[in-house]
């Protein structure tokens, strides 16, 4: 859709067009309102862009072609991200309001305010460009959530350099091939309490020895300090401006999986859709004292959307967790220790954690979250019921949000109303988003059959592309269904428009909100001589997710009843798969045995497999599927 020339006051030039559009309580309100926004989606995307500040107006506001792969919003225009946020911040709050709280692993709270945020952030755009680097270069950034991971991201914007957030919890190993794959010029690493990180980071130096390395420490041997940098750096800092496409950061969150996926997101499209999206998920209550706090990692989708970007357009302040892995009741007593206004970003895993914690650390109930909002795994009822109880103002205000490292944003969720939040579901696709259930022949699924979810439309934030390989971009996403964005989850859709997941649809699982191919786990515990075949699943029991592997033992080598020889080769496996993937990838179950259960064409029985590591199969059913039955119930009997 071309467009006429926005008039400054229409571009959000004088802040006036920062208005968010609010929700429908009911459920024929809201589906209205995306029945609305589907049929004109350009007008609804071209409204949320015009609530930033452009540099260069748009001229169209998208163009796609899913049979090439190609997409692309807000052509023409051109922006610098971190500039048009720094606007509306100056627009909305004094410089001296609170803007980042951050609570240490010690417990100790660091503030800054919105002046400071904006300064630390100049200060470190200009020692990025102290260090050789210019518009289009990226920055690879091996840090843990803290102040100044969020001041680099906003200062590599302001720069025109694209960050490359690396998850800390990933290996030396991994970091590295990511690193190589970004082409990133400059190395960024932190130090934190927990010696594996510190050990990971020693080793990631040695390992990319060949481009710079700045260190938030000045005591890692092999780098410079970037905080004594920023010291001696100028506060004044003229914005790059750059193309709307231009990657405004590349996302390896997927990178455990196998071989390094850079998901790139564009500068304009990606803030645009984060913004619109943490208004309708979280409200715009823009305010001194109103803040979305956040236990999920920044090197994600969701934290990027959530925790940065959409928050602080939207107004809000910002509160990280030190180590959010590890959050428990003293991080949530601490968080909600003030007079803010506060929403919660966080993945299941914590209020499973705060579920089975007796001790609650001085968490009194007293105050509560405004909204808690899921990402990265199985949100289920039961969790649902018990953060009603403790943490918020009822379930309504627990919500899901289907989020994968390809869609940017989340492109379907449970809102905070009764009528918009079914338990246990999805939710509904978010507004000028156009989902569907497909089954094997490309069909629309009747209500209630699973099929897989994909899109026949674009948003703002998704992908762009797979850095350096587009051929692939285009075979994972855009050929398995021509004139579709696949996505390889099953889902089911019921009578009232309601999405459900029913599984993945690949060999993808997701733990611990991470996303992990089993097939390379597998060819892990597959390097061991004493393992002749291995299946890891995904086994799902009422409260998470988790990891089983089944290993069928090499002849002639350990007896499946030599219970101390057995405890050591698992100790063995977890150990190499640490090294090689992360601990987050450690099966919690092992079951070692002479064969693993089979069909009678000789394919393996993987739902099998799954079913007995959920403790859903029973000694006396109907096997007759089944090439080798006694294989199952020798599997049964160990679990039980």
């Known amino acids: 859709m071309k467009q006429e020339d926005p008039t400054p006051e229409t571009m959000g030039q004088t802040g006036t067009s920062n208005t968010s559009q609010s929700i429908p309580g009911t459920l024929n309100g809201y589906l209205s309102m995306c029945r609305d926004s589907n049929d004109n989606r350009e007008e609804y995307w071209d409204t949320a862009a015009k609530r930033l500040f452009w540099n260069t107006p748009y001229n169209t506001v998208v163009e796609e072609n899913f049979e090439a792969a190609e997409v692309e919003w807000f052509l023409g225009g051109k922006i610098n991200a971190a500039a048009s946020l720094f606007k509306i911040l100056e627009d909305r709050h004094s410089m001296d309001d609170e803007a980042l709280v951050f609570i240490g692993d010690d417990g100790n709270i660091r503030s800054f305010s919105y002046g400071e945020l904006i300064e630390n952030s100049k200060k470190s755009a200009a020692v990025l460009q102290s260090q050789g680097l210019s518009a289009g270069d990226r920055v690879a950034l091996f840090l843990p959530d803290c102040p100044e991971t969020v001041f680099i991201m906003l200062g590599a914007s302001l720069a025109g350099i694209s960050y490359v957030p690396v998850p800390h919890y990933f290996t030396a190993e991994i970091a590295s091939e990511i690193i190589n794959d970004s082409g990133a010029a400059l190395l960024i690493t932190g130090r934190n309490g927990y010696q594996s990180y510190n050990g990971r980071v020693a080793e990631l130096i040695e390992n990319v020895s060949s481009i710079t390395k700045l260190s938030l420490g000045d005591d890692i041997s092999g780098t410079a300090s970037f905080t004594g940098l920023m010291d001696k750096a100028a506060t004044a800092f003229e914005p790059v401006i750059r193309d709307s496409g231009d990657p405004l950061f590349i996302l390896y969150a997927n990178s455990a999986a196998g071989i390094p996926r850079g998901s790139v ?50 107004g809000r302040g910002i509160m990280l967790a030190g180590d959010g892995e590890n959050a428990g009741w003293t991080t949530v007593a601490t968080m909600l220790d003030g007079s803010r206004k506060l929403s919660l970003l966080t993945s299941p895993r914590l209020l499973n954690t705060l579920k089975q914690s007796d001790d609650k650390a001085g968490f009194d109930g007293s105050c509560r979250f405004e909204t808690i909002a899921c990402a990265g795994e199985v949100l289920y009822p039961r969790l649902i019921s018990f953060a009603a109880k403790e943490l918020t103002s009822g379930p309504e205000k627990i919500l899901n949000l289907w989020i994968q490292s390809e869609s940017g944003a989340a492109a379907i969720a449970t809102l905070p109303a009764a009528e918009l939040n079914k338990s246990g579901s999805l939710g509904l696709p978010l507004p000028a988003i156009s989902a569907k259930a497909l089954n094997t022949i490309g069909n629309e699924c009747r209500l209630n059959e699973s099929g897989q979810l994909v899109f026949r439309q674009s948003w703002p934030g998704m992908i762009k592309s797979i850095w350096n390989q587009e051929e692939r971009f285009k075979e994972l996403y855009f050929s398995r269904i021509p004139g579709y964005f696949a996505t390889n989850d099953a889902v089911r859709i019921d009578q009232e428009g309601f999405y459900w997941f029913m599984g993945r649809l690949d060999d993808v699982v997701k733990v611990r909100g991470h996303s992990l191919a089993t097939s390379e786990i597998e060819a892990v515990i597959l390097g061991s001589a004493n393992v002749a075949e291995a299946a890891v699943v995904s086994s799902t029991d009422t409260e998470r997710d988790s990891l089983t592997a089944f290993i069928s033992l090499a002849d002639g080598g350990i007896d499946p009843e030599d219970n101390e020889n057995i405890a050591i080769l698992k100790k063995e496996l977890s150990e190499l798969i640490t090294r090689r993937i992360g601990e987050f990838a450690v099966p919690e179950k092992y079951f070692c045995t002479r064969e693993l259960p089979r069909t009678r064409t000789g394919k393996l029985l993987r739902r099998v497999l799954r079913r007995i590591a959920s403790g859903d199969m029973a000694h006396d059913e109907d096997l007759g599927h089944v090439a080798n039955p006694e294989a199952v119930s020798e599997l049964v009997r160990k679990h039980q």
């Open 265 to 314: 997101f564009c500068t304009g499209g990606f803030i645009v859709n984060a913004l619109s999206s943490h208004d309708l998920i979280f409200g715009n209550c823009g305010g001194e004292s109103c803040f979305t706090a956040s236990t999920l990692n920044l090197a994600s989708a969701a934290g990027q959307a959530y925790a940065l970007w959409g928050a602080l357009l939207s």
